[in-house]
């Protein structure tokens, strides 16, 4: 695991934008299992695709009309329970970090995985999240 001084710049970076951070199981069930809402969970990495467009894009994302009303994020290889517990509510996706799980009602229905993210713009995957935000929110 990484030094936690050395990674609380990369949490802050989503939670100075309104992302919840969820470091254990019980925070995770909370608000997963407990909105019926639309909630965007954002699986935080210390990879470069990470600093370089995944945490960049959801600040560009939230600002389209149409986005989740909850925000919530886990940080992979840091937190790894609380990341576990979020995994288990993206049924049928293998783990990915980074990535986004858009959810509704504590289900998943759709998950933006490493492979969309990496080697791309941060716009790029901003434009990727907000078509998700139009079709789910």
Same mark, same amino acid.
């Given at each position: &695991?990484?030094?936690?001084? %050395?990674?609380?710049? &990369?949490?802050? =970076?989503? @939670?100075?934008?309104? /992302?919840?951070? %969820?470091? #254990?199981?019980?925070?995770?069930?909370?608000?997963?299992?407990? @909105?019926?809402?639309? /909630? !965007?969970?954002?699986?935080? #990495?210390? /990879?470069? /695709?990470?600093?370089?467009?995944?945490?960049?894009?959801?600040? &560009?994302? *939230?600002?389209?009309?149409?986005?989740?009303?909850?925000?919530?994020?886990?940080?992979?290889?840091?937190?790894?329970?609380?990341? =576990?517990?979020?995994?288990?509510?993206?049924?049928?996706?293998?783990?990915?970090?980074?990535?986004?799980?858009? !959810?509704?009602?504590?289900? *998943?229905?759709?998950?933006?995985?490493?492979? =969309? *993210?990496?080697?791309?713009?941060?716009?790029? *995957?901003?434009?990727?999240? @907000?078509?998700?935000?139009?079709?789910?929110?």
């Amino acid at each position: &695991m990484y030094d936690p001084k %050395l990674v609380q710049p &990369m949490r802050d =970076e989503l @939670t100075k934008i309104g /992302c919840q951070e %969820l470091r #254990s199981p019980e925070e995770v069930d909370k608000v997963l299992g407990g @909105t019926t809402d639309t /909630c !965007l969970v954002v699986v935080n #990495s210390v /990879c470069g /695709c990470a600093a370089g467009g995944a945490r960049p894009a959801v600040g &560009m994302a *939230i600002k389209h009309p149409k986005r989740p009303k909850v925000l919530a994020t886990v940080f992979a290889g840091q937190d790894r329970e609380a990341t =576990e517990r979020a995994r288990s509510y993206f049924v049928g996706f293998p783990p990915s970090s980074p990535s986004f799980a858009l !959810l509704k009602g504590g289900k *998943i229905v759709h998950l933006v995985p490493r492979q =969309e *993210i990496e080697g791309r713009t941060a716009e790029q *995957i901003a434009a990727t999240l @907000t078509a998700v935000f139009e079709k789910h929110c």
